[in-house]
C-alpha cells in the first residue's frame, strides 16, 4: 500500500530564506508525482507536476526534484515570501493502467513571517 | 486553465438528513471526477472515483450507500452523504480528470465544500 509522507509538518522561517520541503513515498511504481499549495479553507492550487521519467521541474522560485527509486520528492521555495504561507502537499498517482487517482501526503504547514 | 466549480461551498445541516453537492468542470468534459474529504489539519483521502455513466469506485472503508455519487454527465459529478452525522462533518473536495489532450495528465480541484452536521 503506497503511503506518502511529509517532513516536516510545520515550519516558520523569516522572510527571504530559501525553504526546502521533503516528501518521501514507499513504493517507488508511481506515474508521476504533484506538488500543491493549500490556503486555508480552500481549494489545492497546482504547483508543479513531475512524470516519472523526469527528474526536476521548475516554476518561478519554485524547483521540485523528484528521486523515483528511492522514494523522495523535495520542494525548493526560493527568497520565501509572506505570500507563500499555506499548506504544501504533494501527492503520487500511482502505476497502473486506468489509475489516475493521487495519493497524498501529510502536508507541511508553512508561514513565512516578515 | 481548466476551472472546477463546487456547490454548495458551505453547508450547515442537521443530524439525519442528506446533503448533496455538486462538482462542475466548466470548461472542459470530465469523464472522470474523484471525491476526496479532508479532516482539519489533516491531509486529503480518496473517497471515490466517479466515472461518467457507470457506477462509482469506492476506496475501502467508505460506505457505498451513506455517500452516493453520481456522474450524469461529463461536467457534472454529485456526493450526496445520506443520513448525515456530525463524524460526517468535513472539507468535501472533487477533481476532474481532463477528457483528452494535452491536459489529460492533469486534474483540476475544485474549490471544496466544508460541510458541518449538527
Redesign the interface.
Given at each position: 500500500k503506497q503511503e506518502v509522507t511529509q517532513i516536516p509538518a510545520a515550519l516558520s522561517v523569516p522572510e527571504g530564506e530559501n525553504l526546502v520541503l521533503n516528501c518521501s513515498f514507499t513504493d517507488s511504481a508511481i506515474y508521476n508525482l504533484q506538488w500543491f499549495r493549500q490556503d486555508p479553507g480552500k481549494g489545492l492550487t497546482s504547483l508543479l507536476l513531475i512524470q516519472s521519467s523526469q527528474r526536476e521541474q521548475t516554476s518561478g522560485r519554485l524547483n521540485a526534484s523528484l528521486d523515483k527509486s528511492s522514494g523522495r520528492s523535495t520542494l525548493y521555495i526560493a527568497a520565501s515570501q509572506p505570500g507563500d504561507s499555506a499548506t504544501y502537499l504533494c501527492a503520487v498517482r500511482p502505476e497502473g493502467s486506468g489509475t489516475y487517482k493521487y495519493i497524498f501526503g501529510t502536508g507541511t504547514r508553512l508561514k513565512v513571517l516578515a | 486553465g481548466a476551472v472546477v466549480s463546487?456547490h454548495p461551498s458551505r453547508v450547515i445541516c442537521k443530524s439525519g438528513t442528506s446533503v448533496k453537492i455538486e462538482c462542475r468542470s466548466l470548461d472542459f468534459q470530465a469523464t472522470?471526477m474523484?471525491w476526496?474529504r479532508q479532516f482539519p489539519?489533516?491531509?486529503?483521502?480518496?473517497m471515490a472515483?466517479s466515472n461518467e455513466g457507470s457506477k462509482a469506485t469506492y476506496e475501502q472503508g467508505v460506505e457505498k450507500d451513506k455517500f452516493l455519487i453520481n456522474h450524469a454527465s461529463l461536467t457534472l459529478s454529485t456526493l450526496t452523504v445520506t443520513s448525515a452525522h456530525p463524524e460526517d462533518s468535513s472539507?468535501y473536495?472533487c477533481?476532474a480528470?481532463a477528457y483528452e489532450g494535452e491536459d489529460e495528465?492533469?486534474?483540476?480541484?475544485?474549490?471544496?465544500t466544508?460541510l458541518l452536521v449538527l
Open positions: - | 463546487q472522470t474523484f476526496y489539519k489533516q491531509s486529503l483521502m480518496l472515483t472539507f473536495i477533481s480528470r495528465e492533469t486534474q483540476y480541484f475544485g474549490p471544496g466544508r
